[in-house]
């Protein structure tokens, strides 16, 4: 009886956030309300700040209504175990930047304390240059606008086009109009830099 009562709960969610208007932003805030103890798991579980894991968790709501909405969801599963499968990819993700500058970090203090101070001394420099580099980066993709600096950044961190598609917002058709786009994106960025 549990489970039958959680498969019309959860058609009862998408029928209302297909619905579209105020029925849809009322499912939505009734959805995401419902599971924001997710927070505090993705918080211990994958050690992020709280508001690491609250980004997370919104980001993870945002994708799973985008996939209600593109038919994306087929309802294999319950709206709380896709979510929370989304949830903890997302959490990786977060998860997975952060130890990445970290052991950048960590490489360049290591680097730093093993080799001669000439050495050293051009190793920071290099450092330097290239954080130099990272920001004239970020103040060109911020010249593009939003979609493009979204795609090309989750290009970059290694997302499919058919992934990042899904998680455009507004959603793209397909990871080949995400292609398209990207290349367009790319061609402004050299004009920009």
């Not at 959860?10 to 619905?19: G, P, R, S, Y």
């Not at 579209?20 to 599971?35: D, I, V, Y």
């Not at 909405?69 to 997975?96: A, E, P, V």
């Amino acid at each position: 009886m549990f489970f039958k009562k959680k498969a019309q709960t959860d058609e009862i969610f998408i029928q209302n956030i297909l619905a579209g208007g105020k029925t849809a932003q009322l499912a939505e805030k009734k959805l995401f309300n419902q599971f924001t103890g997710l927070i505090v798991k993705g918080q211990r579980e994958h050690e992020l700040s709280k508001d690491e894991a609250y980004d997370a968790y919104a980001e993870a709501v945002l994708t799973v209504f985008q996939h209600i909405r593109s038919k994306k969801f087929k309802g294999k599963s319950s709206l709380k175990t896709y979510l929370n499968r989304i949830f903890n990819n997302k959490c990786i993700d977060l998860f997975r930047k952060k130890t990445t500058n970290k052991s950048r970090v960590h490489y360049w203090t290591d680097d730093l304390t093993a080799i001669s101070n000439h050495q050293a001394h051009q190793n920071v420099q290099k450092y330097l240059e290239d954080q130099e580099l990272i920001t004239q980066l970020e103040k060109s993709l911020q010249k593009l606008g939003k979609v493009c600096k979204q795609i090309i950044l989750e290009y970059a961190y290694g997302f499919s086009f058919e992934e990042i598609a899904a998680r455009l917002n507004p959603p793209f058709k397909n990871g080949t109009t995400v292609k398209s786009k990207k290349s367009q994106c790319m061609k402004k960025l050299k004009v920009v830099l």
